[in-house]
């Protein structure tokens, strides 16, 4: 019943801006919403938390220049803006929920709520 579900990602050039969403249809309580992101050959990458109680919002390291989160008051639509966009961004980039709240986790451990997926591929 709780879904996640992102859109928005494409291909684009370097230094190009984007946009991606998220539209949460929460079942449960979902007390903290996360960007991650999944290059090819490499793991989950914590990319960005919102945590919604205490308005917490934190940043992946290297990411916080270029990575902007955000929520509405609801907390059902969450979304992630990169600025000048690297071919190193190329990846999946995951929204994922969690019902902790409180200090934000950057492990995909703690997320028990994911969607699908939205490719993002920067050309060069």
């Known amino acids: 019943q709780t879904q996640l579900a992102e859109s928005g990602g494409g291909l684009v050039q370097r230094g190009d801006s984007l946009t991606l969403s998220c539209v949460v249809s929460a079942g449960t309580t979902i007390n903290t919403l996360a960007w991650f992101r999944r290059a090819p050959g490499k793991d989950r990458q914590f990319v960005a938390a919102?945590?919604?109680?205490?308005?917490?919002?934190q940043y992946g390291d290297f990411l916080e220049g270029r990575f902007t989160i955000a929520a509405d008051n609801a907390k059902t639509t969450l979304t992630l803006q990169i600025d000048n966009l690297k071919p190193e961004d190329t990846a999946v980039y995951y929204c994922a929920g969690s019902r902790r709240w409180g200090a934000i986790s950057p492990y995909v451990e703690e997320y028990g709520f994911w969607g699908q997926g939205t490719q993002v591929t920067v050309s060069s």
């Open positions: 919102i945590e919604k109680r205490s308005l917490l919002v």
